[in-house]
């Protein structure tokens, strides 16, 4: 087969199933693309004369395929979920039947938000994911995962639609119990040239971090250093450096590394280093939230983020992304965990001696005051950017 951009792809598929035996006698009947190839019956399969194993080969291909098609217009979850689970051993199969629920779920972007009698946040979002979950999806990801560890692709849509599920607390405890920490970890360990599967595997473990049972977990399994080397592996691609900055934070925030060396492990100077390479929004709102965390409750990690630049680091990405709310609120938070003798999870002390008056100073230097006023009065319904923005004018002793 001489291959044009059709026949190179079906050329892929046959030795991906190791039938590629069977191309001169595809090419000669004009199939040229997985398309024609279902056109294909079992009777010009025997017809063809293809040695047996070939022919046999061949057979449960396109078995395959037509289980792909099938699932690729399926919009029935249940039905999808039955067919991962009754063709297991095949990753085709795994890969279509993930991405199609993919299709299928709602996304946070599209959630709508409200909050309860006390003030929390609720996604109508989580109850579509608990459906799923109670539909098996988290049990069919978790076996493929685990089935499949040497495909880069299913350990990336897998993480994917996890990390949506995990989003929902009860999930997350389910996912956890049933060895989702060491699937997800294996994943991205095994998989260190795939930024796909390295950006999706951070953000599902900085979604399980979200609760400090996980994230002890996490830590003490060796998920902080695989989420620097994802780091250091992938330093030009935003979405690695964004979902990083995310797992990082999310993990400091039960402060895991109390009993470590935090610079030595590299966190701080992992978030500062994607801020100053990584010039995107979405990498500069993770990085501010991840550095508000971690100076959290911790004064050595306050005064390492002020004398490593990442005062500067804020206020640069204030500056560049002056239109974007989330960087100006995620700015103002970090800001303001910096610049506080508690955490803005906590209670605020705002007057302290010593290092965190020279932090307030430096912060007040670089104009982030004036900064900060002028995003204020450009987002006056941003709850997140409001609340903390004041707080941090406050803590200045600059708010009028």
Same mark, same amino acid.
């Given at each position: 087969?001489?291959?044009?951009?059709?026949? &190179?792809?079906?050329?892929?598929?046959?030795?991906?199933? +190791?039938?590629?035996?069977?191309?001169?006698?595809?090419?000669?009947?004009?199939?040229?693309?997985?398309?024609?190839?279902?056109?294909?019956? +079992?009777? &010009?399969?025997? #017809? #063809?004369?293809?040695? !047996?194993?070939?022919?046999?080969?061949?057979?449960?291909?396109?078995?395959?395929?037509?289980? $792909?098609?099938?699932?690729?217009? =399926?919009?029935?979850?249940?039905?999808?979920?039955?067919?991962?689970?009754?063709?297991?051993?095949?990753?085709?199969?795994?890969?279509?039947?993930?991405?199609?629920?993919?299709?299928?779920?709602?996304?946070?972007?599209?959630?709508?938000?409200?909050?309860?009698?006390?003030?929390?946040?609720?996604?109508?979002?989580?109850?579509?994911?608990?459906?799923?979950?109670?539909?098996?999806?988290?049990?069919?990801?978790?076996?493929?995962?685990?089935?499949?560890?040497?495909?880069?692709?299913?350990?990336?849509?897998?993480?994917?639609?996890?990390?949506?599920?995990?989003?929902?607390?009860?999930?997350?405890?389910?996912?956890?119990?049933?060895?989702?920490?060491?699937? $997800?970890?294996?994943?991205?360990?095994?998989?260190?040239?795939?930024?796909?599967?390295? +950006?999706?595997?951070?953000?599902?473990?900085?979604?399980?971090? !979200?609760?400090? &049972?996980?994230?002890? %977990?996490?830590?003490?399994?060796?998920?902080?250093?695989?989420?620097?080397?994802?780091?250091?592996?992938?330093?030009?691609? @935003?979405? $690695?450096?964004?979902?990083?900055?995310?797992?990082?934070?999310?993990?400091?925030?039960?402060?895991?590394?109390?009993?470590?060396?935090?610079?030595?492990?590299?966190?701080?100077?992992?978030?500062?280093?994607?801020?100053? &390479?990584?010039? =995107?929004?979405?990498?500069?709102? =993770?990085?501010?939230?991840?550095?508000?965390?971690? @100076?959290?409750?911790?004064?050595?990690?306050? +005064?390492?983020?002020?004398?490593?630049?990442?005062?500067?680091?804020?206020?640069?990405?204030?500056?560049?992304?002056?239109?974007? %709310?989330?960087?100006?609120? =995620?700015?103002?938070?970090?800001?303001?965990?910096?610049?506080?003798?508690?955490?803005?999870?906590?209670?605020?002390?705002?007057?302290?001696?010593?290092?965190?008056?020279?932090?307030?100073?430096?912060?007040?230097?670089?104009?982030? @005051?004036?900064?900060?006023?002028? %995003?204020?009065?450009?987002?006056?319904?941003?709850?997140?950017?409001?609340?903390?923005?004041?707080?941090?004018?406050? !803590?200045?002793?600059?708010?009028?």
């Amino acid at each position: 087969m001489s291959p044009g951009k059709g026949d &190179d792809a079906l050329l892929l598929l046959l030795r991906d199933h +190791e039938v590629e035996d069977a191309a001169p006698w595809l090419q000669r009947g004009g199939v040229t693309s997985r398309k024609h190839l279902l056109d294909v019956t +079992e009777e &010009d399969v025997q #017809a #063809a004369g293809l040695p !047996t194993f070939v022919a046999r080969r061949f057979a449960k291909m396109l078995e395959v395929l037509r289980v $792909v098609q099938v699932l690729e217009e =399926s919009t029935d979850v249940p039905e999808i979920v039955a067919a991962m689970r009754g063709h297991a051993g095949r990753a085709g199969v795994q890969a279509a039947g993930c991405r199609r629920i993919r299709l299928l779920m709602p996304t946070p972007e599209g959630c709508e938000y409200s909050r309860n009698t006390n003030g929390e946040a609720l996604s109508s979002c989580q109850s579509a994911y608990a459906k799923l979950a109670d539909d098996g999806v988290d049990d069919v990801l978790l076996a493929a995962m685990q089935m499949h560890t040497s495909s880069g692709e299913v350990q990336r849509l897998a993480c994917r639609v996890l990390s949506f599920l995990l989003r929902v607390d009860t999930i997350s405890v389910d996912i956890a119990a049933k060895g989702g920490i060491e699937v $997800v970890l294996k994943a991205v360990e095994a998989h260190g040239s795939s930024s796909g599967a390295q +950006e999706w595997g951070c953000i599902a473990l900085g979604n399980l971090a !979200t609760r400090e &049972d996980n994230s002890l %977990a996490i830590a003490k399994k060796g998920g902080i250093q695989a989420v620097l080397q994802a780091m250091k592996a992938h330093g030009s691609s @935003a979405g $690695v450096q964004r979902s990083g900055c995310f797992a990082l934070g999310n993990l400091c925030a039960w402060d895991v590394w109390s009993n470590a060396d935090n610079q030595a492990i590299g966190g701080i100077e992992a978030v500062l280093k994607a801020m100053r &390479d990584v010039s =995107s929004a979405g990498v500069q709102e =993770s990085g501010c939230l991840s550095l508000g965390k971690l @100076a959290s409750n911790n004064a050595d990690q306050r +005064e390492t983020i002020a004398a490593n630049g990442g005062i500067e680091a804020v206020v640069k990405a204030m500056v560049v992304h002056g239109s974007n %709310a989330g960087v100006l609120a =995620s700015g103002c938070v970090a800001l303001l965990s910096v610049s506080c003798e508690e955490s803005m999870w906590g209670t605020f002390s705002f007057s302290g001696p010593g290092a965190q008056a020279a932090i307030r100073a430096k912060i007040l230097e670089v104009g982030a @005051a004036e900064l900060v006023r002028r %995003a204020l009065a450009a987002f006056p319904r941003h709850e997140v950017l409001q609340s903390n923005g004041k707080k941090l004018l406050g !803590t200045l002793g600059q708010f009028r």
